[in-house]
């Protein structure tokens, strides 16, 4: 349901345009939903592809379509206008557009809640091998990509550098989004990439192709002082071989995504897409490993925020120990 767009979030959606990937034609009777997921060359978009697929087939009278968006923190704006239906976001983006802290500072989006929890991100470092950058500390004076504007892996970028004493004043930033941090580092017009994203992801992974990379890993030191600065980071392991060249296990931060939506959701409607989204949870993971994260444990074990009331329905229904904090 793609309304105007509403000109109080403007600072949040930024001018990032919506591409619409449909999975089914829709009739004139079909009521659309919008799923806002990120950029091409990341996770968000193949999953929401993923998700409105399983939609189109499974609820009668919806239509979805997965758009390309800045990613998380534009995305809870989509939700807050009512541009967007459903959207996937980091959960610490989440927690903050919902208690209205940091970015959301002064709009806070009381109305975002929670249908599941996907998968969890990791946070990838990349550089090519040639640089000699191994570590956090290297990245000092140096060109890095800190992801696109309005996404949740800026947001993660920043938490991690000022966690570990890091400003933007110590490096050059630049606000690439993936396939263009990919493309600037073969280019060689950056010397540093971040990614938050589920693994593997295309753009990396082409990347890595064509180029001998470097995925960085943290400190035990490096990796405290970032779960000590934000409780949604947790430490995690991104297999070797994940990646062309990168044969060993590097350790990362992980950071759960969360498919949102508002409060102003139908109960049915959320219970139908909470319910559909686990009955048929396969077809989804076949479109995307990611997704083989996707279970109700995980999403009560993850969620940052109260889950909406028709979801709550489903997993009362299945018999879930839904913890009170996500409800309201």
């Known amino acids: 349901m793609l309304h105007h767009l509403n000109t109080k979030f403007v600072g949040l959606l930024g001018a990032t345009t919506l591409v619409a990937m449909s999975f089914a034609t829709p009739s004139v009777a079909q009521t659309q ?10 996770t968000y978009y193949p999953v929401g592809g993923g998700l409105a697929e399983v939609v189109n087939k499974h609820i009668e009278g919806y239509s979805a379509t997965a758009e ?51 998968y969890a991100n990791m946070v990838h470092i990349v550089a090519l091998e040639s640089s000699g950058i191994t570590s956090l500390a290297d990245i000092k004076g140096k060109r890095v990509s800190v992801g696109a504007p309005g996404s949740g892996t800026e947001v993660n970028t920043q938490a991690i550098l000022e966690a570990n004493g890091i400003s933007y004043d110590d490096i050059d930033e630049q606000r690439l989004n993936f396939n263009e941090t990919a493309d600037a580092l073969a280019n060689g017009d950056i010397d540093v990439g971040f990614w938050s994203v589920g693994a593997p992801t295309s753009s990396i992974l082409n990347l890595a192709t064509t180029q001998d990379i470097v995925v960085i890993s943290l400190t035990e030191a490096e990796l405290t002082a970032a779960m000590e600065a934000n409780a949604t980071f947790a430490k995690t392991t991104l297999p070797g071989n994940s990646y062309n060249g990168v044969t060993a296990d590097v350790t990362v931060l992980g950071i759960p995504n969360v498919l949102t939506v508002s409060s102003e959701m139908s109960d049915d409607l959320a219970y139908s897409l909470t319910k559909t989204i686990f009955e048929n949870i396969k077809e989804l993971q076949a479109i995307h490993p990611a997704t083989n994260e996707t279970t109700v444990e995980f999403t009560l074990s993850a969620t940052p925020i109260p889950l909406h009331a028709g979801a709550l329905r489903y997993y009362d229904e299945i018999g879930a120990e839904v913890p009170d904090d996500l409800r309201e």
Do not use: H, P, W
């Open 33 to 42: 939903l919008s799923i806002a997921t990120g950029g091409t060359g990341g």
């Open 68 to 118: 390309v968006t800045g990613a998380s923190v534009e995305n809870m704006g989509l939700i807050a206008t009512g541009d967007a239906d459903l959207a996937i976001a980091l959960a610490d983006t989440v927690a903050q557009a919902y208690t209205g802290t940091c970015k959301f500072e002064g709009q806070q989006l009381s109305m975002v809640r929670g249908l599941t929890s996907l």
